[in-house]
């Protein structure tokens, strides 16, 4: 199964800086990896922990947060709050029995478009090499599909 | 999702042309979206070539009309472009205009892939994420808060005062704060302005009188933003006027204080280290206002205790020797950074020997000596100050486009040196070399001034300075100053010996441009400028609504560039004036008192002091009007005490159940 494995990724962003820098990199037809799909925030001071931990609960095989740089945060400094819980969260998910590097952080800014497609396709080919997170099974606390929908096999 | 809900969601899927279209499956994703997300509300699902028309907005609102919609997802562009469109749509149709979302399938991913299958795969995932978490959204109504009319500017530099005038001529009053003794900024430096060559002080002057004799403009020199708090609308700012000393009702700007002034100080400031000062000075003849400033360091009172030679020979008796530092507090509803640059400081470039070699001169230096009202009477001479030049090299780009200082071309260098050029030539008839990487003169009547200074005889020599020395290798280089340079038209080696070198530095950011930025709560450029809200659209806002930037304290301009920034920021605020109330987002934090512990963890984290303690409830509160929305609280709480409008929990939980959506099927099926 590894051999067509295609990790999925969720990707949370900042609205003043990696989201404008995913902006820009379609503005500018960029491409990458099509595995990350985006979540805005305001902030990534905004990220809870726990929506890392639901992400990869719910079937994403990493997570990527993304902010402005250090010193440029639109909050003044709540970047630097992120990037504590980040590093705090590493050592949580290895206490779980998770590899830490299924979690990055990224800085980018609204400049950033080349930076923010580069670092998304080098991180879908760190999870593709760590493999699928097979974390346990949906459970019933996850939301209840209507009917089961047939995965297509995504190329690679 | 939550069963308890029954949403009637519409998805609509855009096809913008074949910007989607081209590598989406649309029709499939509006199929997909109406018959695989029923079980979230979705009851009507459709696709159309441009969603943002007037015929796609018409769709939508006759849907939630006639279909009772109460959320709407369109699955289009970015939210930052076309968010308020179908938010207004929404509106239109009598639905809060909150409860629309976008999913962002052509910036996120039509433009970024290029497989139609798996591009369509992705779309669904994020419309499907975008389903979920539009379910969340509760319906929220914009802040809208007054806007004081009062206007700071910072920075009294043609920018500053080209801003002040037009807000004080439109009836509204202005704040100009500078830190120097005068308002004029660089500009009442110069000599003269290229292409035109008017005098600088001559056009300046007239604007810096009626600046400082404006009844909607209260001039504060010589003073210093010392803090900032509040928001668009109402800022209150804390402004430190520094002790000059002199009694400001009393004093008449007769100049005999500066007279009398037994202490001479070489004046770093105004005449670039050129002249001499006093201890007691008014900065320049036509300094605006015209009040002296004294020089505490350097006067001798302050220092020996005696002299008091100024007060003695006051007329009016407006020395103050006691006087102490003001803080007066505004309150205003916009402000205006034209807090400017520094020039690049050429001792960086040691191989060009400024501060080494006493005939090597900043272009700053060369304004001053060419200025008739400057050291020299305007007569251009060497350090000695006698005689003149026969030969004279000009260096461009000097800290500019050069990878070991500054990256960024600083804009105004080619036509200065230009200008110096003539005047040079003008003055003294002596040979011009100017030595440049690439001539740039975009503008208007720029290029016709290159081609007038090439007619004039000024030799061009295309190639970057390696070197200038004294060290002289030949009879004919004795006593010179030898510039170095690889000629890259002709392709060699040239020792170009001359009398006087000027190196035109470039410009950079003010040396406390960050803590500045910090202080207004706006952001600089990785090469330090303040950063614009967009490079093209929208230059002289920035980030944090209500504040504005001009001139160069965005990025290296000329004159004219800077009076129309300085304008464009005065009509942005006029703007503001005149709509009376601005509407904020209404993405905010706010406390649950029931569930709060009184832990103070929130209380550190919020660099708005936005959050405070209430000692009689033993609870955290949070003002809403200071709090910006980042929503760093809200993830800190850890008993979830905090919630945030717009970004909540569960919408944020949502999304991304809804975005891996596809990927809940039992591992082994």
Known sequence: ?156 | MSEKKQERVGVYVCHCGTNIAGTVDVVGLARWAGEKLKHLGVVVAREYKFMCSSLGQELIEKDIKELGLTRVVVAACSPHLHEKTFRTAAKNAGLNPYLVELASIREQVSWVHTDKAVATEKAKAVVAGAVSRVIENVPLEEIKVPINPDTLIVGGGIAGIQSALEIANAGFHVYLVEREPSIGGHMAQFDKTFPTLDCSACILTPRMVEAGTHPNITLMTWSEVVNVSGYVGSFHVTVKKKARFVNEELCTGCAICQEKCPKKVIDDVFEAGLGYRKAIYIPFAQAVPKFPVMDKENCTYFIKGTCKACEKFCPTGAIDFNQQDQYVDLDVGNIILATGYDLFDARRVSNYGYGRLPNVFTNLEFERLSNAAGPTSGNIVLRDGKTTPKSVGIIHCVGSRDKNFNNYCSVICCMQGLKFAHLVHERTGATVYNFYIDMRTAYKAYDEFYQRVLEEGTLFVRGKVAEVTDVARSEHEKGKLIIQVEDTLAGKQRRIPVDMVILSSGLQPRHDAKAVGKQFGISCSTDGWFTEKHPKLDPVATMTEGIYIAGCAQGPKDIPSSVAQGAAASARVLDKILQKEVALEPIKASVDHDKCSGCRICNGLCPFNAIAFIEDDQVSDINPALCQGCGTCVAACPAGAISGTGFSDEQIMAQIDGLLFLNLLPVEA
């Not at chain 1, 909050?75 to 830490?100: D, F, H, S, T, W």
């Not at chain 1, 593709?128 to 346990?136: A, D, T």
């Open chain 1, 1 to 156: 199964m590894t051999e067509n494995f295609e990790p999925t990724i969720i990707g949370f962003t900042c609205n003043w800086c990696s989201y404008r820098a995913a902006d820009l990199a379609g503005t500018a037809r960029m491409k990458y990896a099509p595995n990350v799909r985006l979540i805005r925030l305001m902030c990534s001071g905004r990220l809870d922990p726990t929506f890392v931990l639901r992400a990869l609960a719910s079937g994403a095989d990493g997570v990527m947060i993304t902010g402005c740089h250090p010193g440029e945060c639109h909050y003044i400094e709540q970047n630097y709050k992120a990037l504590r819980r980040y590093l705090l969260l590493k050592r949580v998910l290895k206490g779980m029995g998770i590899e830490p590097e299924r979690v990055k952080l990224v800085w980018a800014s609204a400049a950033e478009g080349a930076k923010f497609a580069s670092e998304t396709t080098a991180f879908v080919e760190e999870i593709r090499k760590l493999g699928p997170l097979n974390w346990g099974k949906p459970s019933d606390q996850l939301p209840i599909i209507s009917e089961p929908v047939q995965h297509e096999e995504v190329p690679a």
